[in-house]
């Protein structure tokens, strides 16, 4: 099959351009998920502001550590990876999800992969609220660093959409990968220092953190949140993903878009 790569730039250029057909599409989906209930999407964030505190309190006392240092370290660090890990689940129904649109209309599949990203950052929106009455309550510094939070979101919002339309392809083909991705994310989450610190790991263990590309895109969230200045390696590390990611994806985009209605 002769590439299609001039169309499917074109695609990602439309999508992204097209800003208020995907925003809508992400609210849309926001008031779908939680019509009929009191209080929305702060349901989600009530649930995951009570796994927070208990789980902060009860492993604060485990391991010793002062409640006020430890429950700022682990909200962030559940946020971001909340985000992160969101994206990439949904990523991979990107276009399964959208089967009705895809094979109805003719538009630029991007603005699927945008609406999953805006709506994610969204519910990370409604989450946040979790981290300021915690922050309030541990003294959280707010500083020039904090600053960084947002280039740091939006590199996340950047990546989520190769991600979602690279998966997006991958598990409209191969229907098996998507329970493979929530599995390998299940172990990931306690092997990424979500809820310890990479110094506990030894120096022995601490390079394998290094080489985990989940917890640097969760550290150029966490720690502008904590008021800290993320790791140069972490910055390189989010930023050769968005360069190859995108590559790989444009590569792959340009040579199977048009099959993507065939294998929904």
Aim: with cysteine; aromatic share 16%; glycine share 8%.
């Amino acid at each position: 099959m002769i590439p299609q790569y001039d169309v499917a730039l074109a695609d990602f250029t439309e999508g992204i351009s097209a800003w208020h057909m995907w925003g809508r599409l992400g609210w849309q989906e926001i008031r779908r998920r939680y019509r009929r209930t009191v209080i929305g999407p702060f349901w989600t964030t009530l649930s995951l502001g009570v796994f927070i505190l208990v789980l902060g309190v009860v492993w604060a006392k485990l391991w010793n550590q002062d409640t006020r240092t430890y429950l700022p370290f682990l909200c962030a660090g559940m946020l971001a990876w909340s985000l992160v890990s969101t994206i990439i689940t949904e990523g991979g129904t990107a276009f399964t999800s959208g089967e009705s649109l895809i094979k109805q209309l003719r538009f630029p599949y991007t603005i699927l992969c945008c609406s999953l990203a805006w709506r994610n950052l969204i519910v990370f929106f409604h989450n946040l609220l979790i981290f300021v009455a915690i922050a309030v309550y541990a003294g959280v510094p707010i500083n020039g660093a904090s600053l960084l939070v947002v280039p740091g979101l939006a590199l996340v919002w950047i990546n989520a959409i190769w991600v979602a339309t690279l998966l997006g392809m991958l598990c409209a083909r191969y229907r098996d990968l998507q329970q493979l991705i929530t599995s390998i994310l299940q172990v990931a989450l306690f092997v990424t220092p979500i809820f310890f610190t990479p110094d506990q790991l030894g120096p022995r263990f601490r390079r394998i953190v290094d080489w985990n590309l989940m917890f640097h895109y969760v550290d150029i969230v966490r720690s502008p949140l904590l008021g800290r200045t993320p790791a140069a390696w972490s910055w390189f590390m989010v930023g050769f993903a968005t360069i190859f990611g995108w590559g790989i994806t444009l590569w792959t985009y340009g040579r199977f878009r048009r099959r993507v209605p065939y294998w929904l």
